[in-house]
């Protein structure tokens, strides 16, 4: 009798729950805007998997969540507020407002006054800063001795924040390093991404370390069931290095084995930067708002003046920090490719490991070089997430149509992140140019006016470029009919990718 009872209820809970989660799944895509095929993709989805399609979508496919309702945006927002109140003349960081005020004056040149003008409109938050200086590393076995010398000379605060903690020789000689540094009295603090890093969480790779004194550990995660996150794709790839608030390093390398040169292959071409100057000021704040979000650690003590000391003019470089994340309705660090594009006169060079950009940035590529543009691509021959790959191939034959060439370096992977504009202006940092770095993770990016530093960035470029294959027009479109299938079927994945 009870099973019948259990049965009549499950043929009537299974349907209902099944209506009721594709109704929630619909009511979330045509609350605002975004690609149709996304959206049907993921009604598709939820109508044929009851139950757990909407689940996936609920992990999967929720790439903003409304501002006033989400937990990150409230705590950026009090961490802001924190901040202004201790900009006024009484609080110790007056010398930071006074420094955020004096924004400096756009180059002469036309197309960096361009950009200027239209982040300005857009990137208020943080302005554009002069007086810095910013030096480019290629691949682990250049910036990790220098990472480490500096964590070494740290005299009183190590922050670090990671998105790949390896498990391995690499990600335990950081952690040896901080530690020793932590035993001597100096503030550590390490945040780390739970998915990228997962291997060291699982296996508690950082628990012994966390019993030690002035060590603080935390993860990011947006996957916590008592407080109804389930966003398992909503993650923090940003890998930034701060050191007693006066020098910072950021880019692509992440802390494993794989960029450094072992008896197993060559490491990981990656592009890393060291950044002295008030710029280093903006990493801090980044940083620190995170850890508060993740750590609840009081803001009023995180925004102190040791954390941000008083630093003298230590170049003519002038940057421009901009943070992009599902939190925010701008979509600024597309903007910044597209205004970048747009504002380009004679040459554009790109290099990402993972290519499966927005329409927007598409569009923007084919115009500037049906303009006159010269626009060369360099990616990655062979990737390390192969549906990735397949899917920013779909795309290839529109750019090739519009003349932009296409380069693809054999292995060791690329995993270089840059953007060169006319040999005067780069984005540079820790985005790849797809959708799961432009709207789905939190990143940051730097806008560098310097042309002497744009034109280094570009002969590490070439060097990439001499070394890869260009991509044939008629070969390409002559590949295999299954190739096309493949590539077509995972393009349809690129909102999540």
């Known amino acids: 009798m009870i099973p019948d009872i259990i049965r009549r209820a499950a043929l009537i809970a299974i349907p209902a729950f099944h209506i009721l989660g594709f109704i929630g799944v619909a009511a979330y895509c045509l609350r605002r805007r975004r690609e149709g095929a996304s959206t049907l993709l993921w009604l598709t989805v939820a109508w044929s998997f009851p139950i757990l399609g909407p689940l996936l979508f609920l992990m999967l496919g929720v790439t903003r969540v409304p501002q006033k309702a989400w937990r990150t945006q409230r705590a950026n927002d009090a961490f802001r507020a924190e901040r202004q109140t201790r900009e006024s003349e009484a609080m110790p960081l007056d010398y930071w407002r006074r420094l955020r005020e004096s924004m400096a004056d756009a180059p002469e040149d036309e197309t960096s006054r361009t950009l200027v003008k239209t982040m300005n409109r857009f990137g208020d938050e943080f302005p554009l800063l002069g007086s810095n200086t910013i030096e480019t590393l290629i691949g682990g076995d250049a910036a990790f001795p220098q990472m480490l010398s500096a964590i070494d000379d740290a005299t009183d605060h190590i922050h670090l924040q990671t998105y ?16 020793a540094k932590a035993r001597q009295g100096i503030v550590v603090r390490l945040l780390y991404d739970r998915i990228g890093s997962t291997s060291a969480w699982l296996r508690g790779m950082l628990r012994p370390y966390a019993k030690i004194p002035n060590f ?9 069931l008592f407080q109804w996150r389930f966003q398992i794709n909503l993650r923090n790839h940003r890998k930034a290095l701060i050191i ?40 801090q704040y980044t940083f620190l708002r995170d850890w508060h979000f993740m750590s609840n650690e009081d803001a009023s003590q995180l925004l102190c003046e040791r954390h941000f000391p008083l630093i003298t003019p230590s170049g003519q470089t002038l940057i421009r920090l901009v943070n992009g994340g599902p939190s925010s309705d701008v979509e600024s660090l597309t903007d910044i490719y597209c205004a970048a594009l747009a504002a380009a006169t004679d040459q554009v060079l790109i290099v990402t490991p993972y290519f499966v950009p927005p329409p927007d940035i598409l569009r923007a590529m084919r115009l500037a070089s049906l303009r006159g543009v010269s626009i060369k691509l360099l990616l990655p021959e062979t990737g390390n997430h192969p549906t990735a790959a397949l899917a920013g191939r779909a795309f290839f034959e529109d750019l090739l149509n519009a003349g932009i060439e296409i380069y693809l370096r054999p292995p060791p992977l690329l995993h270089a992140k840059a953007l060169v504009v006319d040999d005067k202006i780069a984005v540079v940092g820790t985005v790849n140019l797809d959708n799961r770095s432009l709207r789905l993770n939190y990143e940051t990016a730097f806008t560098v006016f310097d042309e002497p530093f744009a034109n280094e960035l570009k ?8 070394a890869s294959s260009r991509v044939d027009l008629v070969q390409w479109r002559n590949r295999p009919a299954g190739a096309r299938i493949r590539e077509n079927l995972c393009a349809l994945l690129a909102p999540v990718l």
């Open 459 to 466: 002969q590490f470029i070439l060097e990439d470029l001499a």
């Open 164 to 179: 790949i903690l390896g498990n391995d020789a690499t990600g335990r000689l950081f952690l040896e390093h901080l530690a």
């Open 244 to 283: 007693d608030g006066k020098i910072a390093f950021v880019g692509g390398i992440n802390l494993h084995i794989e960029n450094t040169t072992r008896p197993q292959g060559e490491p990981i071409r990656d592009y890393h930067f060291i950044v002295r100057g008030p710029i280093v000021h903006e990493m």
């Open 216 to 224: 603080h550990i935390d993860s990011w995660h947006q996957m916590d």
